[in-house]
Structure formats: C-alpha cells, structure tokens
C-alpha cells in the first residue's frame, strides 16, 4: 500500500536560511509525488508536482523537490527562507488516490 | 486551474444533527475527493464521488455516517450525520485537476464545529 512519512513535524528556521522538509514515500509502482501549503485557516495550495518527468522539480515562491528513486525520498527545499513561508507543508503520494503524510509545520524566525 | 466552491465556510452544529456540504466546480470532472482534516492533523480521505455510482468509502468510513451526492460532473455533497463533538474538523473537497496535469485542486474547506 502507498504511503508518506513527513521526518519532523515541526522545522523551525530562522529568516534568510535554507529550508529542508523530508518526505519519504511507500509505493509498488512509479508515484506521482506533491507538495502542497496550508496557510492558516486557507486550503490547500499546490507547491509543485512529481509526474515522472525530470527528477528536479521547480515550483511556485522558490521551492524546489528532488525525486530520488534509491532513496524514495522527495524532499522540499528553498534556498532562503522568509517570514511569509511560515505555513503547514503536505508531502502527498498518488496510486489511484492522494493519500497525504502527517505534515510538518515550518516557524520562520525573524 | 478548476475552481471549486465550497460552502458553508463554516457552521457550529448541535451534536445528533447533520450538516450537508456542497461543493460545486467550474468544470465537469469523472472524481471528486472528500476530506476530514482534524484538529492539527493531516488530511484523511473519506470517500472518492464518481458521477452515477455509489461512492467509495474508504476504511473507517461508512455510508450512514457520510453520505454522498454527486448528482452531475460538477456538483457533490457530503453530509455528516447525527454529528458528535468528535467530528468536529475540516472537511475539503476535491477534483484531480486535468489543466495542471494530475495535481489536485481543492476546496477551500468547511470548519465544522459540534457542540
């Protein structure tokens, strides 16, 4: 069965700092891996998207995720963090069905 | 992208009483997700709505707690039945998203509060 694991439930950086959230993903057959964004009291945001194209893949406000097949990992990272990142971050997997990890809160600190 | 409305925004309900919500999207879709994201927890698949057919429930959920409509390709609903305090969370809606190539577009959600 597919699954997500979020390493960390809560990333603290301080402002200007690389950000790194972990994700790390469970499935028998090639995934179509997501991250997405909560801002407080909002829905959801699509950050960026892995559908089997190249493995580095760009998305909206400066994140970027690396899909590494060895490691099954699909890692989100920003080269500099800043205040208005503060948010709640979804790894999620697709097989069928989005099914999302537990989450990791990201505190930016002045 | 789709856009997807969702309504109510909110709503503070009586326990033992239902709650229907509706999505409605901007375009015709095959699937339609719902949601439960608790308190401070992740989001939970409920149930997959295909236009025509009963729905899918995932495990842990059932049919006489969470009923479904999906009347058309661009309309669903969801009721929470006989609601306790326990069900208090974020209920979302959702379509797989053809124009941004298999992301989900989601609802902006309904915050439910049972007392």
């Known amino acids: 069965a597919q699954s997500v694991t979020q390493l960390g439930s809560h990333v603290s950086v301080s402002e200007g700092a690389l950000v790194l959230l972990r994700c790390n993903y469970s499935s028998s057959v090639p995934p179509y891996l997501f991250w997405y964004v909560q801002y407080p009291n909002q829905g959801l945001q699509l950050l960026l998207k892995?559908?089997?194209?190249?493995?580095l893949v760009k998305g909206i406000n400066g994140f970027e995720a690396e899909f590494k097949k060895s490691e099954t990992s699909f890692h989100l990272t920003k080269p500099s963090a800043h205040m208005s990142d503060a948010a709640e971050y979804f790894c999620?997997?697709?097989?069928?069905?989005?099914?999302f990890g537990q989450g990791t809160t990201l505190q930016v600190k002045p | 992208s789709a856009v997807i409305s969702q309504k109510p925004s909110r709503d503070i309900c009586q326990r033992g009483t239902s709650l229907t919500i509706q999505c409605q999207v901007d375009s015709q879709v095959t699937m339609m997700f719902w949601y439960r994201q608790q308190p401070g927890q992740s989001l939970t698949l409920i149930a997959t709505a295909n236009q025509g057919s009963e729905a899918t429930y995932e495990s842990g959920f059932v049919i006489d707690k969470f009923p479904i409509s999906r009347p058309n390709l661009t309309f669903s609903t969801l009721t929470v039945s006989n609601m306790s305090p326990e069900d208090s969370s974020i209920y979302l809606c959702s379509v797989e998203d053809g124009a941004t190539n298999y992301g989900y577009t989601f609802g902006s959600g309904t915050r439910l509060t049972v007392v």
């Open positions: 999620a997997v697709k097989t069928g069905k989005l099914i």
């Open positions: 892995y559908t089997s194209a190249a493995t």
